[in-house]
Nanobody, 120 residues
Framework: QVQLVESGGGLVQAGGSLRLSCAAS????????MGWYRQAPGKQRDLVAL???????NYADSVKGRFTISRDNAKNTVYLQMNNLKPEDTAVYYC??????????????WGQGTQVTVSL
């Protein structure tokens, strides 16, 4: 089993910044990729950004140039620096560990979610 604990959400005005953190714990051997997804009310959960163990990244088009994902492999921690936030970024942000090997079992894991609200 892998546990993911997120922090850093909150309320910010448009144009502001927030930094999300997600720490993975458990009998972790390796994690192929860690990322952030978001879900706004009434909408599906969508990928925001993903970073693989080798450092390659993917971003949603809507956040390119504004958000930066980074990862500390030694600490099994992933970060999301969000700059120039817009009201449409308002959502619950979920951390994900994709392809995690814990003990002898592979799996994908989710955090509990952290609310990000961007006001005008």
């Amino acid at each position: 089993q892998v546990q993911l604990v997120e922090s850093g959400g909150g309320l910010v005005q448009a144009g502001g910044s927030l930094r999300l953190s997600c720490a993975a714990s458990g009998r972790i051997v390796s994690i192929n990729a860690m990322g952030w997804y978001r879900q706004a009310p009434g909408k599906q959960r969508d990928l925001v950004a993903l970073i693989r163990s080798g450092g390659s990244t993917n971003y949603a088009d809507s956040v390119k140039g504004r958000f930066t994902i980074s990862r500390d492999n030694a600490k099994n921690t992933v970060y999301l620096q969000m700059n120039n936030l817009k009201p449409e970024d308002t959502a619950v942000y979920y951390c994900a560990a994709v392809g995690a090997l814990a003990g002898t079992a592979w799996g994908d894991y989710w955090g509990q979610g952290t609310q990000v609200t961007v006001s005008l």
